[in-house]
């Protein structure tokens, strides 16, 4: 598949009004304003979702797994990540969306925040085990991992190298459910449940090992209605899943829907939270620039304020944010995962990479390195005849990416209409 077509999100062109607000958002200046209408270019987008967020017309959608593909396979289990129980009202607990989320056509429902807490665990781990260098960085936002390959080569060693609570929770999944189901592995489909698009690529093309333990991603967005209706038709087993709680869950892990929730879980660790992309690359430019060596892990997620803020949930973060906070004092900040268990699967790299990440350069100029240089050159005598004003009116984002474009053969010159007054 070309680079274009592995990203999630899409432009509905009838839904675009050409306002810019996408292009003005997206960090990676990815998005182009041509004919009136915006377009994601594959190769500079890394799936933050920032140009979703921000259109106000709507126009952009994105792809995720959809019910129907589910029927490919004999035997269901859902993975939803941690944010989904911060999308329903403060009455409704954990336990009730687990069984909703089984009405809505789940055979069953792997519960997260134990995982997310075993990943802190190992983390922890791996920094006792690696005194040098600092900051490690968390490698849980898949967007993150993407940015520092692209704009962060030199950062690439300091991301921990172990895997995200989704792929891990899927793995023992795979290595568990063909035995006790006595079913054939290809006929066991794992979903995860995500607020996050970029969740997609990750399983669609992973950077980290061979292939996803994952099948598919379903976004909040989607299965939200299901989920509502199922609670609202099922009150008989709400009562129940509150009387006779099956599944255990961990305060501190469910705290990692939020930023700052992973390092919550370290003992005794310097530890930064930041959330935002923006923020975030801010802080990556410190780390390259030699600072914050007195850190030991720097948790970045793109979203405000973490996961909870990713742009495929329902609910407004500050309400779910505030959920999921009162389920983590309720539940209390005990472990619920037992240490010898940790220590167990991070001997044998159960939890870690299998591949070492590298870095994605990006096309250049001209193939030819002598021919790029002049291109380079080029380029430079275009920045210096434009005016400078980064207004976006040529549907690039600033004069020097429209250079960029125009000697990749992308744009004109006279697309920016102070040259075309100028000609005039
Ligand atoms: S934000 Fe982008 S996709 Fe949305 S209407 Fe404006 S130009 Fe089109
Ligand atoms: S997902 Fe992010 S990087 Fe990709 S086009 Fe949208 S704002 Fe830009």
Known sequence: MNKENRHPLHINTKKCVGCVHCMTSCPTKAIRIRDGKARIIGEFCIDCGECLRFCPQDAIDSHTTSFSDL?????????????????FDNATLPNEILFALRRVGFDSIYELSTICELNSAATEKFLNSHPRPRPFIASTCPVV??????????????????????????????????????VKPSDIGII??????????SINYPVSMEKSYLDGAISIRDIYKPVLQALRQSKDEAIMSRLFPETIFSGLGLGTALSGGETRGLKNRRTVAVSGIQDTIRVLNQVEMGMLRDVDLLEC??????????????????MAKSRILRLVSLLGERSV????????????????????????????LDADPVRAIQKAKHRNRIIKQLPGKDCGACGAPDCRTLADDIIRGLALLTDCPFMMKEKK
């Open 337 to 364: 995962v037992d240490d010898s268990d940790t220590n167990a699967l991070y001997q044998k790299n159960f939890m870690s990479f299998t591949h070492s990440l590298k870095p994605v350069k990006a096309t250049p």
């Open 301 to 318: 997620m793109v979203c405000p304020d973490g996961c909870v803020g990713g742009p495929l949930a329902v609910e407004n973060r500050f």
């Open 192 to 201: 995860h449940i995500t607020p996050c698009p970029a969740k997609m690529v």
């Open 145 to 182: 991992v993407r940015l520092i390959q692209r704009r962060y080569p030199t950062l690439i060693d300091l991301i921990v190298p172990i895997e995200p609570p989704r792929e891990i929770a899927a793995k023992i999944l795979r290595a568990n459910l063909p035995r006790v189901l006595k």
């Open 71 to 87: 029927n490919a396979f004999k035997y269901k289990v859902a993975i939803p990540a941690t944010v989904l129980y911060g999308q």
